[in-house]
């Protein structure tokens, strides 16, 4: 009989090992787990923290006694693999209660250890009794017993990433004062600028302080007070450091398996390293970008889940390979839900990969049916093959399925040209009979067959400063509430009896709300004649990001 022995009892490791006995009776299976815990909810600690789970063992998915049961495995907690000895096959075992160590010998190994936060050697660190990271059990139960303790007022939450952010509200529905300190310009790094904005925006009607583009420099006075590299200086109860995570390479480190630029240990599609008897999955992997084929690191429990079964079939013989991650993510801020798949404009500027950008504002269901809400929802393609680069999307409601849509039709090969033409669910509670992904591949297809062209919120002010000509199209009490200075007003259905105020010789741009009635206008005005480009997303759009 083979021996699979699992590293890392978690996401991606319990998955592996339930799927290795269901397709294997015969094999014999350990997992090694240093901690306490396997197969636990980490992507429900925050909300524990916050109260909204309330019950701890629900976190707690399964537990050795009964996964040992069901699926005949050897499952040893408190035990960290902390060697591992290719050319004997076998590795070394730490009992992190006391202490021993052995060894154990293998035929496979299925490395699943995860990554953990990053913790920079800033000033004053060690010394901060009050700071926390968040990754497991333990880290949970040391935050609430501070928190119930010590009862702090004042929290700074360093990044604003999704678990900070996360932990950001969860501090404030404990009635706490909550700081967020980003070092870049914006929050959620999977959204692009302007969308990252409207968060930023609700973030602080909240009454969260938002710091951004400013790092820390120290902690102070055992944690009490942070001072940032723009010399804002802050007191606090409570420090939540959440900037990012890194791979556990280290075993892969010393076993000598490949890693790349970023520490992820490095697998071909068949998720195994570059020793052929041990596999790799999860967050400590290097993958490939589904979109762009470039090796990243994407630490998301989707993926992990899906290596984990994948590498059991792959060792049980079955067909089948990893073909990427997408990094398809989703969070819920306070009352929005912020969510995102494939590249942004990021990613695809620092590839220097040409594409193009709609921006629309549809509501999530239909306007007069009660409750509906707007999404703002980005959507960045190739403008010739109509490949869809990447997705967007940020409000109250129904942006969890748009993006879903989105990153199915992305994984399908479908293209923008192809998202008119899906038939999706629709009454009025739920959606509109064109819902938000059929409007963004008309308004992705209209790009694509010339009919309209557009520019971009960050463009229009140097084109104004230019001497550029932009007719406002909206009604008089819309401009009223705040326009683009150095417009022109022209109301859309007063528009074709204007034509002859405006430049023949020039592009035209015009703006409206939301793109829509743009869109109206620079079709009245292209089929008189004109050379003119819709402001992409219209004032919305312009006016959150700015
Ligand atoms: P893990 O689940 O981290 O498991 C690795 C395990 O390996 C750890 O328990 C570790 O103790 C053990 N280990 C490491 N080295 C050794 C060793 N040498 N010997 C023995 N054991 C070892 N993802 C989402 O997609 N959506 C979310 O909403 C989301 N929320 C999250 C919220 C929080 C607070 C956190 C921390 C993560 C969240 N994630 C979320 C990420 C998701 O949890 C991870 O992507 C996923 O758990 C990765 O699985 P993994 O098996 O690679 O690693």
Redesign the pocket.
């Known amino acids: 009989t083979e021996k699979i022995i699992i590293?890392?009892?978690?996401?991606?490791?319990?998955?592996a090992a339930a799927r290795l006995r269901r397709l294997n009776e015969e094999s014999n299976i350990i997992i090694?787990?240093?901690?306490e815990?396997?197969s636990?909810?980490?992507?429900?600690?925050?909300y524990y923290i916050g109260g909204t789970i309330t019950d701890r063992d629900k976190l707690l998915v399964q537990n050795v006694k009964d996964m040992s049961l069901r699926y005949n495995l050897d499952i040893r907690i408190f035990?960290?693999?902390?060697k591992i000895d290719r050319q004997a096959k076998k590795v070394f075992?730490k009992n992190v209660q006391s202490g021993e160590i052995y060894e154990e010998t293998y035929d496979k190994i299925i490395l699943?250890?995860?990554?953990?936060?990053v913790v920079p050697p800033i000033p004053g660190i060690d010394k901060a009794k009050t700071l926390f990271t968040?990754?497991?059990m333990e880290?949970?139960d040391r935050i609430k017993s501070f928190i119930n303790k010590h009862l702090p007022r004042k929290a700074v939450v360093i990044g604003g990433g999704?678990?900070g952010l996360?932990?950001a509200e969860n501090l404030h529905d404990q009635g706490i004062k909550v700081t967020v300190v980003e070092m870049s310009e914006q929050v959620m790094a999977p959204l692009d600028k302007e969308m990252a904005a409207i968060i930023h925006n609700h973030l602080q009607e909240k009454g969260i302080e938002l710091i951004l583009g400013d790092g820390v420099k120290s902690i102070e006075n055992n944690g009490q007070s942070i001072l940032t590299q723009k010399g804002n200086k802050m007191e606090t109860d409570l420090i939540l450091l959440?900037i990012g995570?890194r791979p556990?390479n280290?075993?892969a480190l010393q076993a000598g398996l490949r890693t790349g630029k970023r520490g992820g240990i490095q697998v071909n599609q068949k998720l195994q390293t570059n020793d052929p008897s041990i596999f790799a999955?999860?967050?400590?992997?290097e993958v490939n970008d589904f979109t762009n084929k470039q090796p990243t690191m994407i630490?998301?429990?989707?993926?992990?889940?899906r290596?984990?079964r994948l590498v059991a079939d792959i060792i049980n013989g079955k067909d089948v390979q990893y073909n990427g991650t997408l990094g398809t993510?989703?969070?819920k801020v306070f009352d929005y839900t912020v969510a995102s798949t494939g590249n942004n404009e990021k990613i695809l500027n620092r590839l220097g990969k040409p594409y193009e950008v709609i921006h629309i504002h549809p509501v999530s269901h239909a306007g007069y049916y009660p409750g509906a809400v707007p999404i703002a929802l980005k959507l960045i393609f190739d403008k010739t093959s109509g490949t869809i680069y990447g997705a967007q999307a940020v409000g109250k409601d129904s942006v969890d399925k748009r993006i879903d849509v989105i990153a199915t039709a992305i994984k399908g090969g479908l293209t923008v040209k192809d998202l008119p033409d899906l038939e999706l669910a629709y009454a009025p509670p739920y959606s509109s009979a064109k819902d938000p992904v059929n409007m963004a591949g008309y308004v992705a297809s209209n790009i694509m067959e010339g009919e309209v062209d557009t520019i971009q919120w960050h463009e229009i002010d140097r084109i104004l400063a230019d001497g550029g000509t932009l007719i406002d199209v909206r009604r008089p009490e819309e401009w009223e509430n705040g326009h683009i200075t150095g417009a022109t007003s022209i109301p859309l259905d007063e528009l074709r009896d204007r034509l002859d105020d405006l430049p023949k010789e020039e592009t035209i741009y015009v703006n409206c709300q939301v793109g829509l009635r743009g869109y109206i206008a620079a079709r009245i005005l292209a089929e008189n004649g004109f050379k003119v480009k819709n402001l992409d997303g219209g004032w919305k759009t312009y006016e959150t990001a700015l």
């Open positions: 590293i890392g009892g978690v996401a991606g490791g319990s998955t090694f787990e240093k901690g815990y396997i636990f909810a980490n992507c429900g600690l925050p035990s960290e693999v902390i075992v699943s250890p995860g990554a953990r936060p968040l990754r497991n880290d949970t999704f678990i996360e932990m959440s995570v556990e280290e075993l999955i999860g967050d400590a992997i630490p998301l429990a989707w993926p992990a889940n290596q984990g993510s989703i969070a």
